[in-house]
């Protein structure tokens, strides 16, 4: 059977999606892309555990390599190369403010505002929060089952937050993405769900548990997870905790062929930054969109197949009949 | 034909009888006989500009696309409507243009054949609503770009 073809030009782009994956950081193992299995999948619906944060924009890649000549011979000429160091960045702006672009944009630990308990004194990352409840057995990612007299503590529209207890561990803390570093012992029973990464928008409540609105990044409730109320989200500057994701970033072209990046470990290298774009240019003091800037350090992987170490993967699909 | 398609499934019940055929909606207007004045109520599209990019693999062309239309509202509301009317009109007209692509196809046979690439556009321009009378029409402007094939 014979085919047609066709000259494609260079790939013509409107905008940039973004996908994440948290990196396991206790045993280092990142989340692998793998183009020639994955790359014809749904952008709206990212094979597991990626999770797709929409489009982003100014996705700017920075290659920081260093490489110096090896001088030779007299007079000295470039006989060869050498990299001398191996550093690669990137920027965006999210569209969005959502627990994972805040995190993903922030330098540090980025936390739940757990609801408080009545009458808790005042703290700048959260009042003592409220006692939290017991997943019954028949929960899943999207129903959380509860004692009708616990269901009735939350309200459709509320967010949640569920992970187990904070008993003292000292490490990675938080399930299925490691929220926080505990260096020592803390004293807050309710910690890793201030750092977790397992919450959830309620739609509906009623006497047997809470409909979510989403799946829970971590699937069904953990044996021992407990859940809160949460009213916001809340970091800092300052602190020694870095988040660390694996990446991945797509332009797809006009003609159906598409350019991913794939970044196996990304870590944010700046502190929580806003920029704001004023949604009239006719009227720059006006109102304005206020985006989160996200600036990462792209830190190495050893591949596999030949032992190199990289930051980055950069895959092309051209499109269909198009010369090659 | 692509946003045809698209908005008879958008809005069924936007139709235009047209040399005695109820069709979507929407029409060429270099494609029928000239009028006298625009239908209310009807998406018409008139092409203006033409760019040719001939450096490239395959030979780009950018074509600018004006899609104008116009309406008096329902009689069931004596017109009072008409606003509402057109702000359902710009509504379809951006469901109408996403995705922003659609396979080209090549009418010179029947049926249509496809051909290797896609043709593409941009987000639409949209103008000013422009009052006449009773009568509210808007304009938008579309870029449209496809490449040259092997044989066109």
Redesign the interface.
Known sequence: MAA???????P?A?RVRGYFAPVNRTAQTPVLFDPAEQGAFNLDAPPAPWISLGWIQEFTRKPASKTSSVLTGVPAATGSQVRETLEAQVSLQFLSWTKLTMALATGSQHMNLLAPASGAALAADGAQAATAVIPQTGSTATFVALASADAAKFAAGSIIALDVDYTGQTGFVGSPVAGAYVRQALTNVDYIRRVTFNVALVSQVNSTGLTLAEPLPGGAPAAGARLQAVTGFVDREGGSFYQEWSALFVMQG???ERIFFHYPRLQTMASAEETAIPLSSKNPGGQARVLLKGQFLALPVTDPLDGERVVCYRSFLP?????V | MALRARLAAINPERTVLLRGAVRPGILVEEAEAPFSQLPNDVFVLRWLGLGVDTD???T?TAEECEILYQTCGTQSFGGLDRGRSLSEMDKELVAMLQP??TPKLNYTATPAAAM???V?WDEPGFGPIMVQRDQLSRSAKVMV?S?Q??GE
């Open positions: 047609n073809w066709f000259s494609a030009p260079a013509v409107r006009s003609q159906g499109a269909a009949q198009a010369l | 490239l693999g395959s780009m922003f692509y290797l690439t896609q593409f770009y490449y094939e092997q």
